[in-house]
């Protein structure tokens, strides 16, 4: 039984030097993209088990759902047995915390019993038990949204659109090394109009569904923007209408105005609208799409497919459906589990909408 320590990939200095060592051995089978260190922890624990032992674990509730999870979960259904999962919803176990809590108790076997779920609403002993030994349905706990048991027919938001962040606006390391001089967004920004600041520019906290609080201007075309920024995307993700997604404030505007916005932002550009526009950010972004796809269908789907699909689709409608109470709990139970860590949250949210279920409606 033990707490291991929650450390993800955003942590630096001798943290990631142990990643690196970690990552070289051949001592581990579960590492997988920005894994958290308590999934080492896990897998060296199980393999200390005699046989019919149990690890119980309480971890970040991003296992239940994050993608670095993937590997863990799989190696332990095929090798071990899921005894019992507690989850706990609107329930910080631990005061101090900023994330929430997942139960792991596992046994060392391979049985085909059932494994134990156990949800806990707003109190400790509100609970509803079930026994599941479908591998899809062990992390899902929130029913309403187990849809795919519903629905037979439906695309995927990335099938749909092109999504990505918006542009980093710090200094490149490039530029650092070059120029021996760093640069912050704010350099680059105005509140007007200026010679220099000429285009139209939200970030996150501007942002209310459907609506603009405020624009500012940012420099685009000069000595220093896009070509000298951390991250550029590239010019045709801003010319065509769009949705722009506050990662944080989960919510979602409509843009013909040819807005950018910076990397607090998710960008949403229908495939058929970049129809031609060949770079590497948009094959990147189709192969990162295709893993979804692929894991969702069986099959992934080359680009001219994805073009045909999402003429199917009006923009606004996503629009709405991104604004709605729906999907605003639906990304926030998953999302929010870790309020302080910014950079995490950015990734869980471009992750989610990736994988968004979209009907048809004919």
């Known amino acids: 039984m033990g707490n291991p320590p929650y450390l993800g990939s955003n942590h630096k200095d001798e943290y990631q030097k142990q990643r690196e060592e970690l990552n070289k051995s051949d001592e581990y089978e579960t590492l997988y993209g920005k894994w958290d260190y308590y999934i080492a922890f896990i897998e060296k624990g199980l393999k200390l088990l005699k046989e019919n032992g149990e690890l119980s ?11 670095f999870s993937i590997k863990s979960k799989e190696w332990i259904y095929n090798n071990y047995h899921f005894k019992q999962l507690d989850f706990f919803k609107n329930i910080k176990i631990f005061n101090d915390a900023s994330v929430g809590s997942t139960i792991l108790t596992i046994q060392k076997n391979k049985t085909k019993e ?58 490149s390391e490039k530029y650092e090394k070059e120029f021996n001089k760093k640069f912050k967004k704010d350099k680059v920004l105005s509140d007007i109009k200026t010679e220099r600041c000429t285009r139209k520019y939200v970030e996150n906290k501007f942002i209310e569904p459907y609506f603009i609080k405020k624009i500012r201007y940012v420099e685009y075309g000069t000595d220093l923007v896009p070509e000298h920024i951390y991250t550029k995307t590239f010019p045709e993700l801003y010319i065509y209408p769009k949705i722009i997604f506050g990662e944080m404030s989960n919510c979602a505007i409509y843009d013909e105005d040819k807005l950018l916005c910076d990397n607090t932002c998710t960008i949403l550009v229908p495939h058929n609208s970049l129809k031609g526009v060949k770079n590497r950010s948009i094959n990147r972004g189709i192969k990162e799409a295709n ?20 003429k199917k689709f009006e923009l606004k409608y996503i629009l709405a459906l991104l604004n709605s109470k729906a999907f605003k709990y639906y990304s926030s139970s998953k999302a929010r589990h870790t309020v302080e860590n910014r950079s995490y949250i950015l990734n869980i949210v471009k992750n989610l909408l990736m994988k968004l279920m979209v009907l048809l409606i004919i």
Do not use: M
Request: proline letters at 0%.
């Open 114 to 171: 059932y494994t134990k779920k156990i949800i806990h609403y707003e109190e400790f002993n509100n609970i509803i038990t079930s026994n599941v030994n479908e591998f899809d349905k062990l992390f899902i706990t929130d029913k309403i949204f187990d849809l795919k048991e519903n629905i037979e027919e439906y695309n995927l938001l990335s099938e749909i659109c092109f999504i990505s962040t918006g542009l980093r606006l710090n200094s």
């Open 57 to 67: 674990f309480i971890i970040s509730n991003a296992y239940d759902h994050a993608d």
């Open 291 to 310: 893993k979804i796809i692929k894991s969702s269908f069986g099959k992934e789907k080359n680009r001219e497919k994805l073009e045909l699909i999402s």
